[in-house]
């Protein structure tokens, strides 16, 4: 039995930045020719993606803040 490699965990997993890039912005959307897909999904869809990776940016906001707070602060 073969592996579909387009549904596999991992590989869903590696396409989320996509699918957060798609969900973030109709022009964005547009402009990778996905907004059909944009369309397709409701808002109560999208806000979950969207909430993580604002979660991802702010995360990497306060690792780069404690890194420069322990280089010359600390």
Same mark, same amino acid.
């Given at each position: !039995? /073969? !592996? ?6 991992? @590989? %869903?997993i590696a396409r989320? +930045? %996509? ?9 964005? /959307? =547009?402009?990778? #020719? %996905? *907004? &059909? @897909?944009? &369309? $397709?999904?409701?808002?109560?869809? =999208?806000? +979950?993606? *969207?909430?993580?990776? !604002?979660?991802?940016?702010? #995360? /990497?906001?306060? !690792?780069? *803040? /404690?890194?420069?707070?322990? &280089? $010359?602060?600390?």
């Amino acid at each position: !039995m /073969a !592996m579909n490699l387009n549904m596999t965990v991992f @590989f %869903q997993i590696a396409r989320l +930045p %996509q699918y957060i890039l798609v969900f973030s912005s109709r022009w964005f /959307a =547009k402009r990778t #020719g %996905q *907004l &059909e @897909f944009y &369309e $397709y999904f409701d808002k109560k869809f =999208k806000r +979950p993606f *969207l909430v993580a990776y !604002m979660i991802v940016i702010i #995360g /990497a906001l306060f !690792m780069g *803040l /404690a890194w420069i707070v322990k &280089e $010359y602060y600390g």
